[in-house]
């Protein structure tokens, strides 16, 4: 928001430098960006009166002024204008002048004769046709504002504004008004607000009887008020307004126009003025919009609105779209010769959504979608109709149609001085406070505080204390320790499960990464991810950043293998990395996703299947997680079909390990082994043992047997391992492999495994016999289940 000190002075008079201005008003919470000079890129350019002119002795082209500036004696210059006569007033640039742009004008000589300054144009000023609506764009400004030969040209023609950039949160959209911005400076420096009630003379013919206005989705539209103008006259704003909306960014149009942005500057409140003539049958009618409906807007486009669109109608048509911008067909041109002053109040979230769907963002929108007060529509149009009045613009009919679909009571908040100098560690008296709230607009009678409509941000009593500690100043709060019973802060049960996932990764050797939940449907092609996959159902976003990140993940394989080829292509010859990664699962019949952690570990280089395995099973062995097995796995797409295996811990599966297939390597650029762990993280959990308990150590000494067993090939070592412990009796503590041969003299098609068994019993020393009698059971249950027999 832009912010004119000259238009502030109308409200509060102040005399506090651009400096202690932003100092004080950042301090109190409304922060300022930047403050701007309007006329520092012009220096010793004035007001000039052309006193005779001569044609050039050496050139065609060339005029030779004699020109006023207030100085002793007259000034020479050479000039090629054609549009200058004597008697003008025009800008001169003097001798070591400067113009916009860092343009330095020096006496000299033009074709042999003495030039001492120059006739200045509207664009060397760094002005427009629409700052000037009466200069020649290609000639000479002549200056039709009241001024005086050496008169500063940036006084003559407003250039002497400071304007202050302020950074406005969403939360005060009050604040984005010179009114509110000016009630803002009133409070922070204590001067008086002088605020202006509009007054129209009106008297010109009933409204009522030529319009009429129905709000038909209240929820959306909760004010409509209007006022009608007849006998418009188009013309050039004054020069007073003009200024105003050029410091203000606005760029001046015509008086009709001018005065529905001044307005919307002035008070916070958007307003919209469109040809009565357009509005078939005299009825304004505020509703969604049609299916299928259509409307050329403003800015020449052509737009499909939706259903959930708000649009502002006539009988027949939409003639603009609410809180975004008006309609062609209803726009005010020459000829129009009665004009509908629209002031409303719409919801911000429809409106907002409304301006992204149609990618049209206007000042209007933005203003719109934070909220604005309801209370504010009925000022803003009589302010706009006693400028139309004070501009003779145009005649206004008397009454005004202002429909109200909705109640808008005020909001009461009790004043508890005492909580709230507990709240802040103060110990600020009670009718300090209040005078505080009073200056801001609040009503305080007694405890009893009344929000006033503008300042929706206002529920709650902590609401209350921070009005009072920025007015106070928040520089002067003391430093305090914290009063209170508090309770200590700490980590949750999957916190501090993440928190020891990724410890133990790191202690392997393994970098944590962090990637982009949003990726490129490309991505399963990538990883061979079969069209049936179930995982192929995706989220969409709606309005992506591109094309690579145009849904939500459902694996975040493909994340781990764009980051290892990254590092592979910068020639890392190894890496070896982790992530706790959410995936969105789609429900059905819900509008949010499933969002699941899951661990990945990944790498390529100095490692192998084996080793990423054995990582896998420190992690799950330290998070306490028993019983966990690997089955060979050779259907899953993505990795190797020889070497990948499904990890599951009592049943319940938990993920897959193993190569990369690959072909999915190859897709990524890779032309070595690429190795990747995916686990459910919350499986994971739901695994875990409970928390481990002290066992002393053995009392009573093992009894070690080594075995060596014959069996098929195809059968898994971890299948053994599993027979074994069941086979014992309670007495077997340890399974070790050992060996595996396969060769002569073990027939062909078999393969020789080497175990060696710890047994141990709790309450006694066993005996060679008992050892032995355990191994015997568990190399009958090998044979009859397994088929493996000792070697």
Same mark, same amino acid.
């Given at each position: 928001?832009?912010? /004119?000190?000259?238009?502030?002075?109308?409200?509060?008079?102040?005399?506090?430098?651009?400096?202690?201005?932003?100092?004080?008003?950042?301090?109190?919470?409304?922060?300022?960006?930047?403050?701007?000079?309007?006329?520092?890129?012009?220096?010793?350019?004035?007001?000039?009166?052309?006193?005779?002119?001569?044609?050039?002795?050496? !050139?065609?082209?060339?005029?030779? %002024?004699?020109?006023?500036?207030?100085?002793?004696?007259?000034?020479?210059?050479?000039?090629?204008?054609?549009?200058?006569?004597?008697?003008?007033?025009?800008?001169?640039?003097?001798?070591?002048?400067?113009?916009?742009?860092?343009?330095?004008?020096?006496?000299?000589?033009?074709?042999?004769?003495?030039?001492?300054?120059?006739?200045?144009?509207?664009?060397?000023?760094?002005?427009?046709?629409?700052?000037?609506?009466?200069?020649?764009?290609?000639?000479?400004?002549?200056? @039709?504002?009241?001024?005086?030969?050496?008169?500063?040209?940036?006084?003559?023609?407003?250039?002497?504004?400071?304007?202050?950039?302020?950074?406005?949160?969403?939360?005060?959209?009050?604040?984005?008004?010179?009114?509110?911005?000016?009630?803002?400076? /009133?409070?922070?420096?204590?001067?008086?607000?002088?605020?202006?009630?509009?007054?129209?003379?009106?008297? =010109?013919?009933?409204?009522?009887?030529?319009?009429?206005?129905?709000?038909?989705?209240?929820?959306?539209?909760?004010?409509?008020?209007?006022?009608?103008?007849?006998?418009?006259?188009?013309?050039?704003?004054?020069?007073?307004?003009?200024?105003?909306?050029?410091?203000?960014?606005?760029?001046?149009?015509?008086?009709?126009?001018?005065?529905?942005?001044?307005?919307?500057?002035?008070?916070?409140?958007?307003?919209?003025? #469109?040809?009565?003539? =357009?509005?078939?049958?005299?009825?304004?009618?505020?509703?969604?919009?049609?299916?299928?409906?259509?409307?050329?807007?403003?800015?020449?486009?052509?737009?499909?609105?939706?259903? &959930?669109?708000?649009?502002?109608?006539?009988?027949?048509?939409?003639?603009?779209?609410?809180?975004?911008?008006?309609?062609?067909? /209803?726009?005010?041109?020459?000829?129009?010769?009665?004009?509908?002053?629209?002031?409303?109040?719409?919801?911000?979230? /429809?409106?907002?959504?409304?301006?992204?769907?149609?990618?049209?963002?206007?000042?209007?929108?933005?203003?719109?979608?934070?909220?604005?007060?309801?209370?504010?529509?009925?000022?803003?149009?009589?302010?706009?109709?006693?400028?139309?009045?004070?501009?003779?613009?145009?005649?206004?009919?008397?009454?005004?149609?202002?429909?109200?679909?909705?109640?808008?009571?005020?909001?009461?908040?009790?004043?508890?001085?005492?909580?709230?100098?507990?709240?802040?560690?103060?110990?600020?008296?009670?009718?300090?406070?209040?005078?505080?709230?009073?200056?801001?607009?609040?009503?305080?009678?007694?405890?009893?505080? *009344?929000?006033?409509?503008?300042?929706?941000?206002?529920?709650?009593?902590?609401?209350?204390?921070?009005?009072?500690?920025?007015?106070?100043?928040?520089?002067?709060?003391?430093?305090?320790?914290?009063?209170?019973?508090?309770?200590?802060?700490?980590?949750?049960?999957?916190?501090?499960?993440?928190?020891?996932?990724?410890?133990?990764?790191?202690?392997?050797?393994?970098?944590?990464?962090?990637?982009?939940?949003?990726?490129?449907?490309? %991505? #399963?092609?990538?990883?061979?991810?079969?069209?049936?996959?179930?995982?192929?159902?995706?989220?969409?976003?709606?309005?992506?950043?591109? *094309?690579?990140?145009?849904?939500?993940?459902?694996?975040?394989?493909?994340?781990?293998?764009?980051?290892?080829?990254?590092?592979?292509?910068?020639?890392?010859?190894?890496?070896?990395?982790?992530?706790?990664?959410?995936?969105?699962?789609?429900?059905?019949?819900?509008?949010?996703?499933?969002?699941? @952690?899951?661990?990945?570990? &990944?790498?390529?280089?100095?490692?192998?299947?084996?080793?990423?395995?054995? !990582?896998?099973?420190?992690?799950?062995?330290?998070?306490?997680?028993?019983?966990?097995?690997?089955?060979?796995?050779?259907?899953?797409?993505?990795?190797?079909?020889?070497? =990948?295996?499904?990890?599951?811990?009592?049943?319940?599966?938990?993920?897959?390990?193993? @190569?990369?297939?690959?072909?999915?390597?190859?897709?990524?650029?890779?032309?070595?082994?690429?190795?990747?762990?995916?686990?459910?993280?919350?499986?994971?959990?739901?695994?875990?043992?409970?928390?481990?308990?002290?066992?002393?150590?053995?009392?009573?000494?093992?009894?070690?047997?080594?075995?060596?067993?014959?069996?098929?090939?195809?059968?898994?070592?971890?299948?053994?391992?599993?027979?074994?412990?069941?086979?014992?009796?309670?007495?077997?503590?340890?399974?070790?492999? #050992?060996?595996?041969?396969?060769?002569?003299?073990?027939?062909?098609?078999?393969? $020789?495994?080497? #175990? $060696?068994?710890?047994?141990?019993?709790?309450?006694?020393?066993?005996?060679?016999?008992?050892?032995?009698?355990?191994?015997?059971?568990?190399?009958?249950?090998?044979?009859?289940?397994? &088929?493996?027999?000792?070697?």
């Amino acid at each position: 928001m832009k912010l /004119s000190r000259k238009w502030l002075s109308e409200f509060v008079d102040i005399e506090a430098s651009d400096r202690e201005y932003d100092e004080a008003m950042t301090l109190s919470g409304s922060k300022v960006e930047l403050t701007e000079d309007m006329g520092a890129g012009i220096v010793n350019v004035v007001v000039g009166r052309i006193l005779s002119l001569e044609k050039h002795p050496h !050139a065609d082209k060339l005029q030779i %002024c004699r020109v006023d500036v207030g100085a002793d004696s007259p000034l020479q210059i050479a000039t090629g204008a054609k549009n200058v006569a004597p008697e003008d007033l025009v800008p001169v640039a003097l001798d070591g002048s400067v113009l916009p742009g860092g343009v330095r004008i020096d006496a000299g000589e033009l074709r042999g004769v003495a030039s001492l300054g120059m006739l200045c144009s509207v664009k060397e000023l760094g002005l427009t046709i629409h700052d000037v609506p009466y200069a020649v764009e290609d000639g000479i400004l002549i200056l @039709q504002e009241p001024c005086s030969p050496g008169q500063d040209i940036r006084e003559v023609l407003g250039l002497d504004d400071h304007v202050v950039e302020f950074e406005i949160t969403p939360n005060r959209p009050d604040c984005l008004s010179v009114i509110g911005l000016a009630r803002e400076t /009133s409070a922070v420096f204590g001067k008086p607000l002088h605020l202006h009630e509009p007054k129209v003379k009106a008297g =010109c013919g009933s409204l009522e009887k030529l319009l009429a206005v129905e709000i038909r989705d209240p929820d959306l539209c909760p004010r409509y008020t209007a006022r009608m103008v007849k006998n418009v006259k188009i013309a050039p704003s004054p020069a007073w307004m003009r200024e105003r909306l050029r410091a203000s960014g606005v760029r001046p149009i015509n008086n009709i126009v001018d005065i529905t942005n001044y307005v919307m500057l002035e008070y916070g409140q958007p307003m919209h003025a #469109f040809d009565f003539a =357009c509005v078939n049958g005299g009825r304004i009618v505020v509703r969604r919009a049609a299916p299928g409906e259509e409307l050329e807007t403003l800015d020449g486009t052509r737009r499909r609105l939706t259903p &959930g669109m708000l649009v502002i109608a006539d009988e027949h048509r939409p003639v603009g779209v609410a809180g975004v911008m008006g309609g062609a067909n /209803s726009e005010i041109t020459g000829s129009t010769a009665a004009v509908v002053f629209e002031s409303a109040n719409f919801n911000g979230t /429809s409106i907002r959504q409304t301006a992204v769907a149609l990618g049209m963002r206007t000042d209007a929108s933005s203003r719109f979608e934070k909220g604005l007060d309801p209370q504010g529509t009925l000022p803003a149009v009589q302010r706009a109709c006693e400028l139309v009045e004070l501009l003779g613009a145009g005649e206004v009919l008397d009454s005004v149609i202002d429909v109200k679909a909705a109640d808008f009571p005020a909001t009461v908040l009790s004043l508890d001085a005492e909580r709230i100098n507990r709240l802040l560690g103060t110990e600020i008296p009670a009718p300090e406070m209040a005078q505080y709230l009073r200056s801001l607009g609040f009503a305080v009678t007694g405890d009893r505080v *009344e929000v006033p409509s503008w300042r929706s941000d206002i529920e709650h009593y902590s609401d209350l204390a921070e009005e009072v500690a920025r007015l106070y100043g928040y520089n002067l709060l003391p430093t305090t320790m914290m009063r209170g019973e508090t309770t200590q802060g700490g980590f949750s049960d999957v916190q501090r499960a993440r928190r020891l996932a990724g410890t133990l990764c790191r202690g392997m050797g393994y970098s944590e990464i962090l990637t982009y939940s949003f990726v490129s449907p490309s %991505c #399963f092609d990538k990883i061979r991810l079969p069209a049936s996959s179930p995982l192929r159902n995706a989220i969409r976003i709606l309005n992506p950043l591109g *094309e690579d990140t145009g849904i939500m993940r459902t694996t975040a394989l493909p994340s781990m293998m764009e980051t290892l080829s990254r590092n592979y292509s910068y020639r890392n010859p190894s890496a070896r990395l982790y992530e706790l990664a959410s995936v969105y699962l789609p429900r059905e019949g819900e509008t949010l996703p499933e969002e699941r @952690q899951l661990l990945l570990l &990944g790498g390529y280089g100095d490692m192998d299947f084996f080793e990423l395995k054995g !990582a896998v099973e420190a992690v799950l062995a330290n998070m306490n997680i028993r019983g966990v097995t690997f089955a060979a796995e050779s259907e899953h797409s993505s990795y190797h079909p020889g070497r =990948c295996a499904s990890v599951s811990a009592g049943g319940v599966p938990m993920g897959t390990l193993g @190569q990369i297939h690959p072909l999915v390597t190859e897709e990524y650029g890779m032309d070595t082994p690429a190795y990747a762990a995916q686990l459910d993280f919350p499986a994971m959990l739901a695994c875990r043992a409970p928390e481990a308990r002290y066992v002393p150590l053995p009392r009573f000494p093992s009894v070690s047997r080594d075995i060596a067993v014959v069996c098929d090939a195809s059968i898994p070592v971890a299948v053994l391992e599993s027979c074994i412990a069941r086979g014992a009796a309670g007495l077997l503590k340890e399974v070790r492999l #050992f060996d595996i041969y396969t060769g002569s003299p073990v027939p062909a098609g078999k393969k $020789s495994v080497a #175990f $060696s068994l710890t047994l141990r019993s709790d309450d006694r020393t066993l005996t060679d016999a008992e050892a032995d009698a355990d191994v015997r059971v568990i190399l009958d249950l090998l044979h009859r289940e397994l &088929g493996a027999v000792l070697r």
